[in-house]
């Protein structure tokens, strides 16, 4: 019993110390001051998107880019 609680403990500590590395905000994303999101197609993926590719492609710079306006939802008559 010692052991599994002991087995356990361990994991749990590793756990605790390799967790924040696993969140860690990268230096782009504090550089720019915008979300992992606004480059990347879903948190935690390496594939990007159009800014994503742009940012990279650009030298790392956002200089000359202009963001895509989502189109406004059409309203619907009843």
Same mark, same amino acid.
């Given at each position: 019993?010692?052991?599994?609680?002991?087995?356990?403990?361990?994991?749990?500590?590793?756990?605790?110390?390799?967790?924040?590395?696993?969140?860690?905000?990268? !230096?782009?994303? #504090?550089?720019? $001051?915008?979300?992992?999101?606004?480059?990347?197609?879903?948190?935690? &993926? =390496?594939?990007?998107? !159009?800014?994503? #590719?742009?940012? $990279?492609?650009?030298?790392?710079?956002?200089?000359?880019?202009?963001? &895509? =306006?989502?189109?406004?939802?059409?309203?619907?008559?009843?």
């Amino acid at each position: 019993m010692k052991k599994v609680i002991r087995a356990l403990a361990i994991v749990a500590g590793v756990t605790l110390l390799v967790a924040p590395l696993a969140i860690g905000t990268p !230096e782009y994303s #504090k550089k720019e $001051k915008k979300q992992c999101i606004y480059c990347h197609t879903a948190m935690g &993926k =390496k594939d990007l998107n !159009e800014a994503g #590719k742009y940012y $990279k492609d650009h030298n790392f710079s956002f200089v000359g880019y202009e963001e &895509k =306006k989502k189109p406004s939802p059409e309203p619907t008559n009843p």
